[in-house]
């Protein structure tokens, strides 16, 4: 094993024990090289005044070298702020200006020690490095029966880890955190599970109420005290579109701290947040550690990102930094925010009229960018296909019943007519079935 990893994993086990048996093999292996050309071309820019001949950038006139086609539509930014690389961390100033802006947004994270967040090429690739650090073949990720397919890939098919199911929903139609508690204590003869909390879910858009979000905290607690060591992970990437008496901040914080046996990863970004989808601009942040224990972490995820993308975007991160600076970003966000939540009503109030009550249900949904049907007469791919072929409506089907309606997409004025489109074309398979 390199040194270099060895010290940061005694470090990790001298802090943090359980953290450091929480690593996978990749995980303990993983380090960011000290001595190298990332290295020595930082040391030469501090210290080479007369010719910095180190890295891999060309420079003409004192500046970034750039071709005047591009240029000429990016003339309000510096060249040095687009064209050089982005150090492995990201865009220093743009990561203490995430980091603030968590804080404040969550105000169970003051007073945590919180690490500095480390910028990814948007929330995939934070995850990724999640799974990358601490999942490995057998390894048991929990996740709700309803969820994002790409975790499938990014932690199943990558890592080899096992995917553990519980139903979202209870019979009451609240976050099932008592099946939760039962998936993680079935893990007791692992030792181990990571737990991924997505708020506002994807597919269904429901975040969980405060009471809800401390029957979550303590299930994993509880798990904690049975002697597993918990990686819980909250996939915040819809954070702060939250419409009615939801939680409004990650559970990052309640669970910081929590137990020796409990890390707390926060995966946010731009990406939806800012509503900047390809900008790809993400984050990572290790949450209620020791500041050694935060540093060693720290070091090992910029050693994951140096060892695949070598650093994300940096165009991208002086866009979302410029807009985090702004005066009129605040404005600017809660203008796009009502328009979403009008939306989000008015598929409730649409819903809630009772006419289509006897083709579906729909689940709870409260925040974020979609809701589900949870269709009662029809197969959902069916039903799918046939609204894209006859009233060219596009959704997505997931599974025998639910279908995916992303009302983030559809201006309010166009949302009565959308489902009534997607009503017809139930009662049209109805009419063949029942020829």
Avoid at 193 to 205: D, E, M, Q
Avoid at 290 to 314: F, N, V
């Amino acid at each position: 094993m390199n040194p270099l990893a060895q010290s940061l994993n005694e470090t990790i086990q001298k802090e943090s024990p359980h953290v450091y048996e929480m690593l996978s093999e990749l995980g303990k292996q993983i380090y960011f090289p000290k001595v190298g050309i990332l290295s020595q071309s930082a040391e030469a820019k501090a210290k080479a005044k007369k010719f910095n001949a180190t890295i891999g950038t060309a420079l003409e006139n004192g500046q970034p070298m750039h071709l005047k086609v591009i240029q000429d539509t990016l003339s309000a930014y510096n060249p040095k702020d687009i064209y050089e690389y982005a150090p492995p961390a990201g865009k220093p100033e743009l990561r203490t200006a995430w980091r603030s802006k968590i804080i404040e947004e969550n105000p169970s994270l003051q007073g945590k020690n919180l690490g500095n967040p480390i910028a990814t090429n948007a929330l995939t690739h934070g995850l990724s490095i999640v799974a990358d650090l601490f999942a490995g073949p057998g390894d048991a990720v929990l996740i709700p029966d309803k969820n994002w397919e790409n975790y499938e890939l990014t932690f199943g098919i990558r890592r080899g880890a096992e995917l553990v199911y519980y139903p979202l929903y209870t019979e009451d139609r609240l976050f099932n955190a008592a099946a939760l508690r039962d998936a993680l204590l079935a893990q007791k003869n692992k030792g181990k599970a990571i737990v991924v909390l997505n708020f506002p879910n994807n597919p269904t858009g429901y975040t969980p109420g405060p009471e809800e979000g401390r029957a979550i905290v303590a299930a994993i607690k509880e798990a904690a005290e049975a002697g597993i060591n918990v990686v819980a992970v909250t996939d915040d990437a819809y954070f702060g579109l939250f419409f009615e008496d939801s939680l409004h901040e990650s559970l990052a914080g309640q669970l910081a701290g929590l137990h020796p046996r409990v890390l707390s990863v926060k995966i946010d970004g731009a990406t939806k947040e800012e509503y900047v989808w390809g900008f790809r601009v993400g984050f990572i942040t290790y949450v209620g550690q020791s500041d050694a224990t935060l540093a060693a972490l720290e070091q090992k995820t910029i050693g994951i990102i140096r060892g695949t993308i070598s650093s994300g975007p940096h165009p991208s991160q002086t866009f979302v930094l410029h807009a985090l600076q702004s005066p009129d970003f605040k404005a600017q966000k809660q203008e796009k925010f009502d328009i979403m939540k009008g939306r989000a009503n008015r598929v409730k109030a649409l819903l809630d009229t009772g006419k289509f009550d006897q083709v579906w249900d729909y689940y709870p949904f409260n925040s974020g960018y979609f809701m589900c049907l949870k269709l009662k007469t029809v197969d959902a791919e069916t039903l799918r296909l046939h609204l894209l072929d006859k009233y060219g409506v596009g959704t997505i089907a997931l599974g025998e019943t639910d279908l995916r309606v992303a009302f983030s997409c559809i201006e309010e004025a166009d949302i009565d007519e959308l489902f009534e489109i997607i009503y017809q074309g139930v009662l049209d398979l109805q009419n063949v079935a029942a020829r």
